[in-house]
Structure formats: C-alpha cells, structure tokens
C-alpha cells in the first residue's frame, strides 16, 4: 500500500490511526455516557444520567470546540513550534484528557478533561495533515497527493473501526471508566510510534518565512479571540436580554445559550479569514480566494456526518432491533461482546428529590424496573428473573448459565459507529482504484469537483433515514440494523470523495507560509458544522416526526452540493493556473 509514497506516510498514518483510536472510542460512548442513568447494582457502569437535549448540547459544543482550536495550533505550528513538536504536545493532552473522564462522575474533572482534548486536538490535528502534504512537495511524488491523503484517511478509519470493540468490551464488562482509559493509552501509544519514526518526517518540518506585512502570532490571536470572548458573552445575554420575557427560560435564538454563543464567537474568526483575504495581493489571494468559499460550503457536510455520534447512536440504542441471532449471540458471549438485557433492571431507589435511598449498610437501595428496550420491539420480552440481577451476584456457575438463558443478548449500540469505519478500510482501495483508472484515461474529476459528488451522494444517504423512520412508523416499532448500514454505506462513499480531498486540495493549494492555518480554516468549517450536528440531533430529539430531522439533513446537503458546483469553474481556473 505504503509503495510509491513517502517513507514518512507509515508513520503518520499509524500515529493517526492510535490517536483516532482513542478520539472516536471516546466520540462511540460519550452520549451513551451522559444519558445512562445511575446504576444500583454495578456503580461502575453508572452514566452521567443527563436528558437528551443536555447531552446534545454537551455533545455539539464539545465537538464544535474540538475543531476550533486547530485555527490555534495551526497558527503556532507555522510561526512557533513546527509540526512535529505540535504534533507530541497535541497527543500528551489528548490522552491525559481520555484518562481524566475515567474518574466516575460530574464534576470539575469533567469538563477540564474535555478541555485537555480540545486544546491537544488544535495542536495535533492541523499539523499531522500539514505534514502529510509536505511530504508530497518532492516532484517524483506530487502527482500521488490525493491517493497519499485517501490512504492517510484509511489510517484514521482502521482506529475508528477497532476502537467501537473495545470500548463495548470494556463498558459492558468493567464499566465507562475502562473504556476511556483504554482511549488514552491508545493516544500516547500513537506518540510513541510518531517519536520513533521522527526521521522519516523531519524533512517536512520545516518553517515557512513571513512575508512583509504579516502579522505576529500574539496580534492575530488578540485581534480574533478577544474579539471571540466578547461576542460569546453577546451571544449568551443579549439575545434574553433584548427579546426575552423575563421567564424561566431564557429567548433564544437555537434552542441554547450555548448554542448562540459558539456561533456568535465564529463571527471574529471567520472576519479574520475573510481579512486575510481582503489584504492578500496577486497569487495569496487568488488562492485564499478559492479556497475559503470552499470550506464555507463543506460545513454541511459535517453539520450531516457528525450526527453519527448522537442522534444515529440513539436511532441504534431507542429504535434499533438489535437482538442478535443464537449463533452470534454465543460467540459474542464468548469474547464479552454481547450487551445482555433482561425483562427488568436494577436501578436505585430514588427520594422525591430524586436523590439515592442509602440503607443501613450505606449502600444505594435498589427497585427492579422494566427494561425499556423492549418497549417497542418485536422481541419478546424473557420471564421476570429478579434473582438474575445482576447476573453473577452470589450464584453458582450452574445458576449462572440458567440466567443466561433468560436474556437476550444485542449488539450494543456504539458498534454501529463502525461500521462506518469498516466502509472506509474496504472502500478506500476500490475508491482510490477507480480514480486512479479515470486519471490513466485522462478522465478523472478535478479535486473539487470530487467533493460536490461527496456532497450529492451524502444527500442521498439522509434519504435512507427518512426511509427508515416512515417504515418504522416513526420509530414506534424497532426497524431492521439494515437502515444504519445502508445509511453508512452511502454516506461513507461520499465522504470518501470530499474528506481527504479536502484535506488535499487544502494542503496543495493554500500558500506555502500559511499551510496550517488554512488547515485551521478547514477545520473551523468542520467545526461550526459539528456544533450544528449538536443542534440537528437536538431537534433529532424535539421532532415528533423524525422523518422531518433527516429531511433537513437532505436539503442542506443539496443546497451545499449546489453552491459547491456553482464555484467549480472558478476553482479549476485557480488549480490549473497555479498547479498545472
């Protein structure tokens, strides 16, 4: 696979598929973990217990925020740092983050966890794809820079694939903790791999000079985020302020303070690229100019694909079938893969302030209740068992194997977030086969109008949820796992043709000096359609016609791919004039 390519591309395509390891292990969970409610019987397993308009909101903000601050880490790498020793800051932050949200509870720790990762996502994410594409500026490799980048995404994939195993491995059989240890070892094991093959990538490290006029790093950081905090803080208050009604609940303009704050603070970040612009001359602007519309018209894009880690996880955990079938079900057993549910649960009692009843030993009292998957599914549910929970607790293996047969075992609901990645590992070589069979033919789409087709085909896999939620009347009655599949699928071919070649196009035709901090750019677009991924699940949520929540996700997509092909002719004049 590796043949042909730069002997820097092994390294950081293992270094990137450790670090999204841990990044979509955590990303699989999160969700699960803030809307899981206490557990009596197995503390360990207890969630965070949030309704699910707080975790969308918690969810959009910080995924939001995870791709904002490569517009920093960029900056720092091009002027500072470099790539490289961004890169190992960026990973150290990261994994001591994922083993922060291994302490159990809501607390202080929670959010600097989410903090740490935020902040090491800037400082790694922007970088690693810079390098990636500084290796293709030797001659004898720049015509392989797209098949290089849809390699390099195979590289993040095989992690997001393997990682969902694990994490349902450890969640179902330790607890929430376990499994985001397990991310953060993931991630230092990547840094590792990324120092010991330092000198295959030092080459590309390399420091791009200023141009007169230029603006030092401590100016465009106070020019854009004090100006960031100050709008944050409008976007929080003035809106109840000026239209509110003096009730509880405060006027917005999306549903959540949050919400009108994060995209209030995106206004001085987007003004300083559309600045950078404006003050360019000749060539830097004629490249800026083609590339900023092009990243304004992706954020749909994310806004679509990023719902995979909310509201098609909960499609999968509330509306899903997911018994699986004998066979299946005693091998997953085997392994301690199969999520095992019986007719009622265990849960602690609870005062009318919803607070745990302690007995006289101190420990939380327990009531059974009714499992809530089978309420509305076709499986049947098994006879009450009360003395089966939790399974294991002071029986005989003989007792043991009894309580097992009055289970059903499913597929747990993180699991479907690889299959995604599955997609991405088997179609990548056929993907990369095809274009490279149309280049030999001189019949290959230009990079950007691969990523209008990326849009169109993404269009057309919201479709299969709206399919899916007409065919299951609105979800009363659990569907088939073949809707997320096929969903998957679909979205994954177009992702295919728009995410690396983005990441491509960005590497290869932003100026030299300015690389990363266009990759920040990239991002920022990743970014602010991730918090609208947040705010889509939210009405996810809200809709009582969930045929309605994918509908939007298909005219969004479509007016991106519009916008996108309108911009084609322009952005092939610029490629081809500046990159032959």
Known sequence: MFKNHPKGLPVLFFTEMWERFGFYLMLGIFTLYMKAGANGAYPAKSGLGFDGATASDIYGTYIALVYLTPFIGGLLADRILGYRRSIVIGGVLMGLGYCGLAIPGYGVHFF???????????????????????????EKYRSSRDEGFNIFYMGINIGALACNFVAAYLRINYGWGYAFLAAGIGMFIGVAWFLAGQKHTVHADVLKPTQPGDQAVGSI??????????????????????????????????????????????????????????????????????????????????????????????????????????????????????QEVFSQRRVPKLDANKKEIKGADGKPETVLEPEPYFKNSK????????????????????????????????????????????????????????????????????????????????????????????????GEIRGTMMWLVGTYFVVTIGELCLSPMGLSMVSKLSPPRLTALMMGAWFLSTSIGNKLAGILSALFNAFETKAYAFGINCVLALASCGLILAMLPRLKRVMAKYLG
């Open 221 to 338: 950081l106070g020019q854009v985020f004090v100006p960031a905090f100050a709008f944050a803080a409008v976007g929080w208050f003035v809106p109840d302020l000026l239209l509110g009604d003096g009730g509880e609940k405060p006027f917005t303009f999306l549903g959540k303070q949050s919400n009108d704050a994060f995209l209030f603070a995106c206004v001085p970040v987007a003004w300083f690229y559309s600045s950078l612009w404006r003050k360019a001359q000749g060539e830097d602007k004629e490249r800026l100019g083609a590339l900023l519309p092009l990243c304004a018209a992706v954020i749909a894009f994310w806004a679509i694909f990023h719902q995979n880690g909310d509201a098609l996880t909960t499609w999968a955990e509330e509306h899903t079938e997911r018994e699986m079938p004998v066979t299946m079900a005693s091998a997953a057993s085997q392994v301690g893969l199969a």
């Open 379 to 474: 499986t049947p549910a098994p006879a009450p068992t009360p003395e089966c929970l939790p399974v294991g607790a002071d029986l005989s293996e003989a007792q043991q194997a009894e309580c097992s047969k009055k289970s059903v075992k499913l597929v747990s609901s993180e699991l479907f977030q690889s299959v995604n990645a599955f997609f991405v590992v088997a179609l990548t070589p056929l993907v990369v086969g095809v274009f490279a069979w149309l280049r030999r033919r001189k019949k290959e789409p230009s990079t950007p109008g691969k990523i209008a087709l990326g849009m169109f085909i993404t269009a057309l896999s919201t479709l299969v949820m709206v399919t899916a939620a007409v065919m299951t009347h609105n």
């Open 112 to 138: 600097l966890s989410l903090l740490l990762i935020i902040v090491g996502n800037g400082f790694f994410k922007p970088n690693i794809s810079t390098l990636v594409g500084n290796l293709y500026n030797e």
